[in-house]
């Protein structure tokens, strides 16, 4: 099953994206912004202002605004990325050129060049450049930040949404940053379905999510760091080998042991584990489960 995910990455989510923007701070704060190069006719999105007006303005900070790296740039102007799902960032001397494989831009400053490559031919990753806070303010799909938040306030936002607990946690509009890999892992830390309604959570359960939420995000943020050290970020992916659940389908759960099960749906896929989650109930998978009909497994020790 790994070859499944190999070929389906997934876009970089907060831990991820935290990352990179420490070290693209630490390497371009201060700097003018030299030039931009675009290989690809697809990424850039908006029309003004233009590559030269944004040229020669000094990168004061680096940020995030859901998913979307944002680069602030002297007179109020903003370089907005969005790496979607294959897109990635490369630092490189300063000049070196895009590649022709998979290179869609580079970002030329006078310490090194920030190179933009996106491994699909869907074209799906953005470059956007933006005059002004309040035109900026409309790229901001409005999910809150889950460490600017209390459990209050994340309750209220859980309990706004009609969406199941996989849904609302990967949904920009309800939570910033959080995606496919680690609701995986905030869900199997809280021992909840990915499936479950919110109106439906205990009171435990929804301190026990927010704190999973929490506790998730921090400590991959934390072990990322570690693993990247002083070197710029060269393997960004949603598979770990570390990770507890995502990408772990038929291994053992490392809490009780049972083998991990997955649901395909879309694009993507929820892992989990039906011991620790769902009380031992295999959740369908919608395409096998049309196919299978009465066949389809109703619990986990239907599969032995």
């Known amino acids: 099953m790994r070859g499944w995910l190999v070929s389906n990455p997934s876009v970089p989510e907060l831990p991820d994206l935290t990352v990179y ?99 699909s031919k869907k074209k799906r990753a953005s470059l956007r450049l933006i005059r002004g806070a309040a035109d900026l303010a409309q790229l901001d799909p409005g999910g809150l930040e889950i460490f600017d938040i209390d459990l209050e306030r994340f309750t209220q936002q859980l309990q706004h949404t009609n969406h199941t607990l996989k849904r609302a946690l990967t949904d920009q509009h309800v ?59 060269k393997k960004v992916t949603a598979f770990h080998p570390e990770m507890a659940a995502h990408g772990k389908y038929k291994e053992p759960c490392p809490v009780c042991g049972s083998p991990v099960q997955r649901i395909r749906y879309a694009e993507n896929e929820a892992n989990y584990c039906a011991t620790c989650q769902t009380g031992g109930k295999l959740l369908a998978d919608r395409s096998l489960s049309r196919l299978l009909k009465a066949n389809w497994p109703k619990r986990l020790e239907d599969l032995e």
């Open 21 to 119: 923007l420490e070290h693209i701070d630490a390497r371009l704060r201060g700097h003018a912004l030299q030039g931009i190069r675009l290989q690809s006719p697809f990424l850039l999105r908006s029309v003004s202002p233009t590559v030269d007006e944004v040229c020669g303005r000094r990168l004061l900070r680096c940020s995030r605004l859901g998913k979307q790296l944002v680069f602030e740039l002297e007179d109020e102007l903003y370089l907005v990325i969005h790496l979607m799902i294959s897109g990635r960032l490369q630092w490189a001397a300063s000049g070196t050129a895009i590649p022709k494989r998979n290179g869609v831009a580079a970002f030329d400053f006078a310490s090194g060049t920030l190179i933009f490559t996106e491994a």
């Open 175 to 233: 939570f910033a940053g959080i995606g496919n890999a680690y609701s995986d892992e905030i869900l199997l830390r809280a021992r909840l379905s990915p499936f479950k309604q919110p109106r439906n959570l205990s009171d435990a359960e929804m301190v026990g999510l927010f704190d999973a939420c929490r506790d998730v995000l921090a400590e991959w943020t934390e072990r990322l760091r570690q693993k990247t050290g002083d070197e710029f970020p």
